[in-house]
């Protein structure tokens, strides 16, 4: 290494000048050690550039995914997650999703005569009279 | 829709109900003697949605309820004589639907049963339904053909007393699933009203879910009594004669009149349920089932309607395309039932006229 470098050239003390590290150098090897720092630090500039480029990608999705959630909270007029419609409460995923749990029952509707034990009973209270089918 | 109405009662109280998802909420109150439930998600439009289910309700109850003496047909009944009156949107619409489900099933649903069901003793509260030791004596039905429906004006002749349980519940499920997902605007509701279901908007991935049994509030399987079927699009309503049961002189009786006879029906089937594009149309179909007896398989096969029937022996059979395991998911037909707007009875209107 360093060796057939023009006249004029200084070689920047660095990386492999162990071997005559005190002690004149040459004009080549001084040319070699430079370009080789240069393009060191050329490629460093690239994968920095590439990783910030990155890191902009990432966090400008991350704010734009929590903008449009808190706009969704923000326009709905309440949510509730326990007791009496429209008292606060914490608000559940809103995305489709697979159900897995009965959410509703199809089934004759109506008040059963007697004790209402045949598991058929209709309303409670005072609902005697209603629509039925 | 449903005309303008005075609101005569304070909001109902919605309570909420857990189904075991955060990504679906469900509420649930009494409404029209039964409980009306909803399932949306996404859940934060849970509050706009019970507005609008709550408005339709309301409107319901008081156009078309023969319990409620300050009900659009109770007064409009007190007063017919044969002439033609008008009606609001919301009645005409009731009667509308259910003209058309008596002429699409033949007359086996029937609105002019009203009368028949008060002489079997279903006229007050059932506490007092069972004081009551003397076996009645049945009730010929006038038959739909006696009623003339036009646009917003109704002719009844006078006595004639109407009841529209065999569709009214299924209609104002659809009326509360199309307005809540309008008013909710995104994602999917499902409306029940009694155990007539009505989807609006958009299902979940696969459907919802829905519980299949004899009695809508029946939360938990029971084996082959019970069954999960997935419900895209369309409704689903169950007809049962185990429900609203009283004795009368000892006799049990239900509430699933048959016009032909004027008593309650004695077929093979104690539940059917079908699937169909509306609730209105499921909710007269199954009821007709019920009432067809024997022949209410084929009856459904030759509509295309998907329907499970369960035998008074607990025998399950399915018809048309109604999945035979647990989990199935519903292919939910085109609408069968054709509408009416204009079914003219003799004397009021002058002329008689069937489309």
Sequence with gaps: ?133 | MPGVLPRLAPSPIWRRASVGSRSVAVAEREALGTTARLAIWPPDRLRPALGAVDAEIRTLDLAASRFRPDSEISRVQARADGDVVPISDGLAGVVDVALAAARWTDGLVDPTVGAAIEALGYDRDFVLVDDDDQLPVPTAVPGWRSIGLDGSTLCLPKGLKLDFGATAKGLGADWAAGAAAAATGCGGVLVSLGGDISAGGEAPLGGWPVLIADDHRQTTRLGSLTQVVRLPSGAIATSSTTCRQWRRAGTLLHHIVDPRTGRPATGPWRTVSVAAATCAEANAAATAAIICGHDAADWLAARKLPARLVGHDGTVLTVAGWPSGDGGSLAVPPPRMPRVSRVLAPGGYGERSFR
């Design chain 1, 1 to 133: 290494m360093d060796q057939d470098y023009g006249a004029g050239r200084h070689r920047l003390p660095g990386y492999g000048d162990d071997q005559d590290y005190g002690g004149p150098r040459s004009a080549a090897t001084t040319w070699n050690s430079r370009d080789q720092g240069v393009r060191r630090v050329r490629r460093m500039s690239n994968w920095t550039a590439a990783a910030l480029v990155a890191c902009v990608a990432v966090t400008t999705g991350y704010f734009a995914h929590a903008a449009t959630v808190a706009s969704q909270q923000a326009g709905s007029p309440g949510t509730v997650s326990t007791g009496q419609p429209g008292q606060p409460g914490t608000t559940a995923p809103g995305h489709k999703s697979t159900l897995t749990h009965p959410v509703v029952t199809s089934g004759g509707s109506g008040v059963t005569a007697g004790n209402g034990s045949s598991g058929s009973g209709g309303v409670g209270g005072n609902g005697s009279h209603g629509w039925d089918n």
